[in-house]
């Protein structure tokens, strides 16, 4: 960003924050406590989701997932606190114990399984809901047997963005999942890829075939079809800035950060993924100035996460440089990780459009 950018701006408004001047800790006991649906879900329900009237798959979906709902309803399916020191271990229910939500992006699957999450007849400390990325977070931070004990006695435990990015993540995964749906707890996740296709692509899945189809019987697919609600019947998202209309609207937004895209993807290297929700903590809006294609898949995969906590709290994005779907080049976008890509481009461009509001007409 221009120096000149930086004193306008500067001449008549506070400064604003810095992400790349955070460097947050997270206690365990916060992971935990915050595995709820995000603020941008918070308010969902299977009522205000508006099914494509040329979809009928996505009005059959809240059907399921309603009934799937009402049948959580009863004892947990472990008899966990009712049974006595001398009763047999119950046997693990039969057949898939979860639902697998499979669609593209911008169906609205996220939305789905909040309202499911919402609808399920128990306490929110007996339900649990994260993406993939922060239940994986979660056992590195508890442990694995802290993390079964933790969550066996929930009835409900929603994932959302399924995807397996390496065969340690697989192992992890199917391991405690098995424990979980041995100890009753419902499952419910949603993915670009159907359950036995996990992995393709990104590491060698054959290898680690029994695990995948493990994972796989644990789910009973539910298709979604459509198209991006993001983009269906919006305008194109604004073109970019330029660095001084950014910085202004910085410099007079309360609560707004200002970094340089660059040094912002340098500085994620050095915090975890799973503070990046701590990193945007009250922030009213991100502003970054040189967007540019992203180096490499570690950058890229980092900065997918961070699209995520950013889009799951509804905190806009303005920026100048190149437009957010020239952020991965043609490699990425063809290769084993472009559902990734492809979603983040997704959800900043619906931010930026989000962002229009802070340019002063």
């Known amino acids: 960003m221009s120096t000149r950018a930086i004193t306008e701006a500067a001449s008549t408004e506070a400064a604003p924050l810095s992400l790349c001047s955070r460097e947050p800790h997270v206690p365990a006991d916060r992971l935990v406590a915050e595995m709820v649906p995000p603020p941008r879900f918070d308010g969902v329900r299977f009522d205000t989701y508006i ?71 128990a306490e929110p400390s007996l339900k649990a809901f994260g993406t993939f990325v922060e239940l994986t977070n979660l056992v590195g931070a508890l442990g694995f047997q802290q993390t079964v004990q933790t969550l066996s006695g929930h009835r409900l435990l929603c994932i959302d963005e399924f995807e397996l990015d390496d065969p340690g993540d697989t192992v992890l995964v199917s391991s405690l999942l098995g424990k979980l749906v041995e100890a009753g707890v419902a499952l419910a996740a949603t993915s670009n890829t159907l359950p036995g296709k996990l992995g393709e692509g990104r590491f060698a899945a054959a290898d680690f075939l029994r695990e995948i189809q493990g994972l796989s019987a644990h789910f009973r697919p539910l298709r979604i079809d459509g198209e991006d609600y993001r983009h269906r019947g919006l305008p194109e998202a604004p073109a970019p800035y330029t660095d001084e209309v950014v910085a202004k609207a910085a410099y007079a937004t309360p609560g707004a950060s200002l970094d340089d895209f660059p040094h912002l993807l340098e500085h994620l290297a050095r915090v975890h993924p799973s503070r990046y929700g701590a990193l945007t903590d009250d922030l009213a809006a991100v502003c970054l100035t040189d967007v540019q294609p992203v180096p490499d898949q570690s950058t890229a995969l980092r900065l997918v996460v961070l699209a995520d906590r950013l889009y799951d709290r509804e905190i806009p994005v303005l920026a100048s440089g190149m437009p957010f779907d020239r952020l991965f080049s043609d490699e990425m976008l063809n290769g084993g990780y472009k559902k990734k890509y492809f979603r983040a481009i997704s959800r900043l461009t619906a931010l930026a459009r989000d962002a229009k509001g802070l340019v002063a007409q």
């Open 51 to 121: 099914p494509d009237p040329n979809q009928p798959s996505q009005i059959d979906a809240v059907k399921v997932l309603s009934s799937f709902a009402e049948g959580l309803g009863g004892a947990h399916a472990s008899g966990a606190g009712k049974r006595r020191w001398f009763s047999k271990k119950p046997a693990a229910p039969a057949g898939p114990r979860g639902i697998y939500l499979d669609g593209g992006y911008g169906v609205g699957k996220t939305h789905l399984l909040a309202s499911l999450w919402h609808a399920t007849p």
